[in-house]
């Protein structure tokens, strides 16, 4: 990922920032059929490629993957290991 520094660097632009925003329409996740349309969405973005995107579509992802991390969380939880399970793993 590129560095915030580097990204502090680049002055956001508002209207071309908000232009992408009125075209994704980013919200709150609540259905696995939104969730997929967000994954499709950075998908599309980061096929750029990172040095490719702008200031307002690296800040836009950023936000999409926030979003898509908290649904994914919610919904699809990590089951905690117990050390020695972990410990047999390991050990293979």
Known sequence: MIAAADLNRKKLNRRKYGELLARVQPHVIR??????RM??????LIKKGERNLTREELELVEMMSAL???????????AAVPPSAVSRLVAC
């Open 31 to 36: 259905t696995e059929r939104e969730n997929e």
């Open 68 to 78: 898509i991390e908290q649904f994914e969380l919610e919904h699809y939880p990590v």
């Open 39 to 44: 994954l499709a969405q950075v998908w599309e």
